[in-house]
């Protein structure tokens, strides 16, 4: 069974920055594309950062492009999110989410097989 757990959310002001990370228990980790989503209240889940198991597909939001970087790293079947300049728009429930077929880096939230809990983030004005 595929466990994962997100770590690294908090509060912090706008223009400041997080990183979370996304530890996956899953033998078959370096084959999945990953993904990071986020979910505001009263929103829809939305697609913030993609990336396929060998890190050569990336994929990001307009709202998030030039301030966000996601990066894996299959020898500790992690996946991480750092947020630069960060801004309350931002603020949300981020999502780390597994997709086992892994050669492309799908956006669609739909596509993704494994989620974990998601951990919050603020960002204060």
């Known amino acids: 069974q595929v466990q994962m757990v997100e770590s690294g959310g908090g509060l912090v002001q706008a223009g400041g920055s997080l990183r979370l990370s996304c530890l996956v228990s899953a033998p078959r980790f370096p084959t999945y594309a990953m993904g990071w989503f986020r979910q505001a209240p009263g929103k829809e889940r939305e697609f913030v950062a993609t990336?396929?198991?060998?890190?050569?597909?990336?994929n990001y939001a307009d709202s998030v492009k030039g301030r966000f970087t996601i990066s894996r790293d299959n020898d500790k079947n992690t996946v991480n999110l750092q947020m630069n300049n960060l801004k309350p728009e931002d603020t949300a429930t981020y999502y780390c989410?597994?997709?086992?077929?892994?050669?492309?880096?799908?956006?669609?939230?739909?596509?993704?097989?494994?989620w974990g809990r998601g951990t919050q983030v603020t960002v204060s004005s």
């Open positions: 989410a597994a997709n086992w077929a892994g050669a492309g880096a799908p956006m669609s939230p739909n596509e993704y097989d494994y």
């Open positions: 990336i396929n198991w060998n890190s050569e597909i990336i």
